[in-house]
Structures are given as structure tokens and as C-alpha cells.
């Protein structure tokens, strides 16, 4: 049993539905072009985590302050534990009493963007004797 009557969109109704259909096809790539604000006081460097709360920055030991957020490249909250021993390229603020506070690791895009702080960075590609994999021993 039919309790509505079925009518026709209409050229109105089309076009309607159409228009509805683009906007929500291009909402994930609205959403993947996402513009994150930098403070401008914000620094970049290199850092390194260590065993949290100590890291490195540029090569100096720093601390990251109780309460620290550190973002990932999706702006989402990610835990210091969990980025132990990698090089992260980060723009990153400090407390009033010197700690990091607020770290945001870098894309490609952002990276490539002019910050205070990029030119203490040193990154090396190369691996001297000391950090070489040692041999498998042959017994």
C-alpha cells in the first residue's frame, strides 16, 4: 500500500540533487587541504624523542613541559612514547620557563615553508662506522 504519492523531481528538484551530490563529493578533499595556523612565534627544528619527557632539538637536550601536546600531520594528538628514536621535522613553542609545549610535526608542504629556527637544523643522510648495522657473526 502506497501511502504517498510518487511525483517527479522536476527540473528544480534535479538540479537540487545534483548540486547536493557535488558539495559531498568534495568534502574530503576540502578536509585533506586543511590550512594548520602556526603561532608566529612558533620555532622549527629537528627533534628527536629520547626517552619522554627528555628529547633533542637541533642536536640540544630539551624537555618537553607536563601537559605537552605534540600534533602528527592529521593536527591529531599523538603520545611522546610512541615516536622514541625518530627524526621529526617539527615547528614547535616553549613555556615561559623554557619547556616545549606544543610541537607539530611537519609534511612535506609545510616543511618547505619559510620558519625561524630551520636554519639551526643539520640533517645528515649518511651513516658513519659507529652507526652502522654490524656484521652477523660468521662463528
Known sequence: MNRCAR???GLRGRALAAALTC???LLPAIGLAQHRGFPEHALRGLMVVGTPP???IN?????LSPGARIRNTNNTIVFAN???GEKLVVNYVRESNGMVHEVWILNGFEQAQPRAGASDMVIHNYRSGSDA???PNTR
Do not use: N, V
Open 7 to 9: 511525483r517527479p523531481l
Open 23 to 25: 558539495a559531498f563529493a
Open 54 to 56: 627528555d628529547i633533542s
Open 59 to 63: 642536536g640540544k637536550a630539551e624537555r
Open 82 to 84: 610512541s615516536l622514541i
Open 133 to 135: 648495522e654490524s656484521p
